[in-house]
């Protein structure tokens, strides 16, 4: 896996060519609502719950986006970019998928 960072806009980045994205998950909830809409779209698959657990906004909405590599297939090869804003800015962050199943910063 390969993220290329070519200045300081997010339009800067390139994913390598060998990734593919596998799932999105959406988080929409009011501010500080314990709960909201969790959406996953997998595949043909389209789940909705009430579980924020795994969204990148600790208080507001959050988007994740799955992906992973057809050149190294083994699970810490898969990786997340979390879209989420905080104190009035939009961030980018990006985790490994073990990462973002254990919820670690």
Request: hydrophobic share 20%.
């Given at each position: 896996m390969k993220i290329t960072n070519?200045?300081?806009n997010f339009a800067?980045?390139?994913i390598d060519e060998n990734c593919h994205l596998y799932k999105v998950e959406v988080f929409d909830r009011?501010?500080?609502a314990e709960h909201g809409t969790h959406t996953t779209v997998e595949g043909e698959l389209v789940t909705q719950?009430?579980?924020m657990s795994g969204n990148?906004?600790?208080r507001r909405t959050g988007v994740a986006l799955?992906?992973?590599s057809e050149v190294n297939?083994?699970?810490e090869d898969k990786f997340v970019m979390c879209i989420?804003?905080?104190?009035?800015?939009?961030f980018i962050q990006f985790k490994t998928l073990t990462e973002y199943e254990g919820k670690a910063a």
């Open positions: 070519y200045g300081t800067d980045y390139e009011a501010e500080d719950d009430r579980d990148p906004s600790s799955h992906f992973w297939e083994a699970p989420f804003q905080h104190k009035g800015g939009e």
